[in-house]
């Protein structure tokens, strides 16, 4: 196959644009340039948006001896990533811009421009399985749970995962490391990314009052709705957030608060007991499926559902109902943010995932 | 590189020496340097004095840029506007921006018609309206994107008019156009190793010996007290030898690179109905080792990506330090929207092109350019 390695300037995208070259496959690697200003994203290497990286990913190819271009990516993943990423935090949600660019820039737009361009698959360095089962293609959880990727991949159609390649799904990322080492890989030390890559000092709040401007507004108990204190923009907050809420009347049990929702029109941030944050019954809206999907009118499955990165699964019943899934959680489940990714697995195997637009606390709570 | 520059390169490696040195093996060095510069001078038609060795390209028109601003303001501080043109290479370009950043001048980019040919009005205007502030000219002499041949000779006779020195990048000219010190009036001329067949790393700038030049590098003053730094023997001896090889060989390269070049654009345009020639179309106004095509519809490093994957190598303009392809600030000084200048190619010839890799370009070019084509439309979808 014609293979387009999507290299970060990290250990993992290095060591799987390499493997893709072992398995016999002809191989091109590019780097995503996503910065309006390459410079000013990330201070010192540790992101995949400056210039050091862009550095760090050009001398990875040549080591594994491919070709190597720079695609500017990067006023489509402004529009489709950070714009996005601001306007639902405008809109009271919590997103997660990594899945949005697994969705549009990595699977979509660099996806579409590299099949025009003769090139039959994408591979990153996700931790992700994909299993060809005769049923069809099927996307798994990495054999490295730590690092297991497929909740921001959740979001690729049958379509999209048939053009992709995760050639480190199998394998633990201490080996990943060694491995890169063993290649003579620079990179092999360098630090694992963390945090929203384009948002340079890791301020989010920061990043966002910058582009939203200060928008004050009361924070509410959540039982009472009385109003205790008041905030400079419900932006920074998440659903399920303890610390910065700025109450100084102490509550009656002398128990922590949390953020139990938050209302963008009037940026009222509610507030709550953090026994107030249990959900069990769940909204989720434009579902996507990572297989064929089923049938729109009346369809219920028994599976699991992961409601955030790094959450473990709890076992749900999804009704698909047109474009909105209906999850009934089997346990009650703490910090739902709506904008969060809710995505449904069957054991390893993702099924699909969906947004979560609204969640239905506890009816005891 | 030419063989007989690697030749004299790899001979010269081998032996000791720093020619500022004053015993036997110094002054033996010191001799290849002196009989490089005579004969790279006795090539262009200047005298040995003028010849200051640099480290390339870059440095000699930095050091022309630069160190003509600060002599001339500083002999006379009115002059502080520095006149050039809208499609100089980088190397001018960024040391008269920092210039008008840091040392107060004011530069003119004066423009350049739809070929890419500098306005002598709009020199003449420039100059004639406050001549006395006038620091330099520069203006170089072939463009190194499209192939534009510049009139260096009427630039310089407008400026000679008020006594103002012209600076000249003619990196893309030795080799290819007869350059003859002797012959036309320039103050200071820019030339590079890599772009004649010689070394990289290595160039010279010719300063007519009367002209008063700030240094850039200060030290040991090895270069006529303007460009210090130790001799290297094996650089300049071996760009001597590619710039008189270069100088002897010219009509007879020219007309052959010509021949090809002629032949690339005709073949690729029968092709590839729509695409444009930029450059002048008639033969002696534009480099006859440079064929500048705009390819409607494309993204450059698609183009570039496809052709290099089928062995055709290219280029796009230039990149930014994180490699993304840059609009070309030649084609849009030219006239041509982003878009334009974006799916433009520049394919190159030098001493060791042949009919095979015109041959190789024209079997590609029709497929890549539908291809990307339509890796275009999915990209606005």
């Known amino acids: 196959m014609r293979v387009l390695a999507a290299m970060s300037g990290g250990v993992d995208s290095a060591v799987a644009a390499a493997r893709a070259v072992d398995a016999g496959h002809d191989v091109t690697g ?21 210039v050091e990286d862009a550095g760090d990913a050009r001398r990875a190819a040549d080591v594994i001896g ?65 299993v060809d089962d005769p049923g069809g293609r099927e996307l798994h959880r990495a054999a490295d749970l730590g690092k297991d ?34 290649r003579g890989l620079a990179v092999a030390a360098k630090p694992d990314s963390h945090d929203v890559c384009f948002i340079a000092d890791g301020d989010t709040a920061g990043f966002l009052r910058a582009r939203l401007g200060a928008r004050p507004g009361p924070v509410v108990d959540g039982e009472s709705g009385v109003r205790l204190g008041g905030h400079d923009g419900a932006y920074a907050y998440t659903v399920g957030q303890r610390r910065g809420l700025r109450v100084e009347a102490p509550t009656a049990d002398g128990r922590p608060r949390y953020v139990l929702d938050i209302e963008p029109v009037s940026g009222t941030v509610t507030v709550g007991p953090h026994d107030a944050l249990a959900v069990d019954a769940i909204e989720a809206s434009r579902p996507r499926w990572c297989g064929p999907a089923p049938d729109p009118d009346h369809a219920t499955l028994a599976c699991t559902v992961q409601l955030r990165a790094h959450s473990q699964p709890v076992p749900v019943r999804a009704e698909v109902a047109g474009d909105q899934l209906r999850l009934f959680l089997g346990e009650p489940v703490r910090g739902v943010a709506p904008g969060q990714s809710a995505v449904l697995y069957l054991g390893t195997r993702v099924l699909g995932s969906a947004t979560i637009a609204r969640t239905q606390r506890l009816a005891s709570a | 590189m030419v063989a007989e520059a690697v030749d004299e390169m790899s001979v010269r490696l081998g032996e000791v020496g720093n020619a500022s040195s004053l015993h036997a093996s110094g002054r033996r060095a010191r001799r290849v340097v002196e009989e490089a510069r005579e004969r790279l001078a006795s090539a262009l038609g200047a005298r040995p004095s003028e010849v200051v060795f640099t480290a390339g390209g870059t440095e000699a028109d930095n050091l022309a840029v630069k160190g003509l601003y600060w002599a001339r303001r500083g002999a006379d501080p009115r002059r502080r506007r520095v006149l050039t043109t809208a499609t100089e290479h980088h190397a001018v370009l960024d040391p008269a921006g920092w210039l008008v950043e840091h040392e107060g001048a004011d530069v003119e980019l004066l423009p350049v018609d739809a070929d890419g040919v500098v306005s002598l009005d709009a020199l003449d205007d420039s100059l004639r ?28 006779a407008s400026a000679l008019a008020h006594g103002i020195p012209v600076h000249t990048d003619a990196v893309q000219a030795v080799g290819h156009l007869p350059v003859d010190l002797a012959a036309i009036a320039v103050d200071a001329l820019t030339l590079s190793g890599h772009k004649v067949g010689g070394p990289v790393g290595v160039g010279a700038l010719l300063v007519r010996r009367e002209l008063d030049l700030e240094p850039l590098l200060h030290g040991g003053g090895q270069e006529r007290d303007v460009r210090s730094g130790t001799a290297d023997v094996a650089s300049v001896a071996a760009l001597a030898v590619a710039v008189d090889l270069a100088v002897q060989r010219r009509e007879t390269q020219s007309a052959r690179l010509r021949g090809l070049r002629d032949d690339l654009v005709t073949r690729v345009r029968a092709l590839v109905a729509d695409a444009v020639l930029n450059g002048p179309a008639a033969p002696d106004d534009c480099s006859p080792a440079i064929a500048h095509l705009t390819f409607p519809g494309c993204d450059g490093d698609a183009l570039l990506m496809l052709l290099d994957a089928k062995g055709v190598e290219c280029s796009t303009g230039s ?63």
């Open chain 1, 30 to 50: 590019i780097h995503l340039a996503l910065s309006r200003h390459p410079q000013s994203y990330r201070t010192g290497a540790r992101g995949c948006c400056t």
């Open chain 1, 149 to 182: 990727q497929s909740y921001v991949l959740g979001v690729l159609t049958a379509e999209q995962l048939a053009h992709a390649l995760f050639p480190l799904g199998a394998t633990v990322k201490a080996d990943v490391r060694s491995e890169a080492a063993r």
């Open chain 1, 66 to 130: 491919i070709p190597f271009y720079v695609w500017d990516l990067a006023e489509r993943f402004h529009t489709d990533v950070v714009d996005d990423f601001v306007a639902e935090y405008a809109a009271g949600r919590t997103p997660n811009p990594c899945v949005r660019c697994n969705e549009r820039i990595k699977f979509a737009a660099v996806l579409d421009r590299a099949l025009a361009l003769g090139f039959d698959a994408v591979a990153t360095g996700h931790y992700a399985r994909l």
């Open chain 2, 129 to 156: 309206r406050d001549p006395d502030s006038v620091a330099l000219v520069s203006c170089m002499w072939v463009n190194n994107e499209v192939g534009t041949v510049q009139p260096v000779a009427d630039v310089v």
């Open chain 2, 319 to 381: 990149a930014c330090t994180a490699g993304v392809p840059q609009p070309s600030h030649v084609l849009l000084a030219m006239g041509r929207d982003v878009g334009a200048a974006s799916g433009s190619l520049r394919f190159s010839l030098g001493h060791d092109s042949s009919p095979a890799d015109v041959a190789a370009l024209v079997d590609a070019i029709g497929p890549v350019v539908e291809r990307a084509r339509a890796a275009v439309t999915v990209g606005r979808r």
